[in-house]
């Protein structure tokens, strides 16, 4: 039973992932990691989820990137809105 609790979490966090990734306007956001890091996400170009929706790629503005299990992700933050 608890592996089908663990299989909810991580669609339900990749299908967040991927609603803000359709959202238009697009807003930035961080996604965390149980490791504690925290990667931005500044556009819709700068991620992907893969077709099995257990992964997510994030490409960084110097061309590397990183490639993140569902299982490791804990949690989205939406960036705070710039003051005009």
């Known amino acids: 039973m608890q592996g089908g609790i663990q299989i909810d979490k991580i669609e ?11 959202a238009r306007p697009f807003v930035p956001f961080y996604v965390l990691t149980s490791g504690g890091n ?3 996400v500044g556009s819709a170009e700068h991620a992907d989820i893969n077709p099995r929706g257990s992964q997510i790629v994030i490409w960084f503005d110097d061309e590397s990137s990183v490639t993140l299990s569902g299982l490791h992700i804990v ?10």
């Open 12 to 22: 339900g966090m990749i299908g967040n992932i991927q609603q803000l990734l359709q």
């Open 38 to 40: 925290r990667y931005r």
């Open 75 to 84: 949690g989205i933050e939406k960036e705070a809105p710039q003051a005009v």
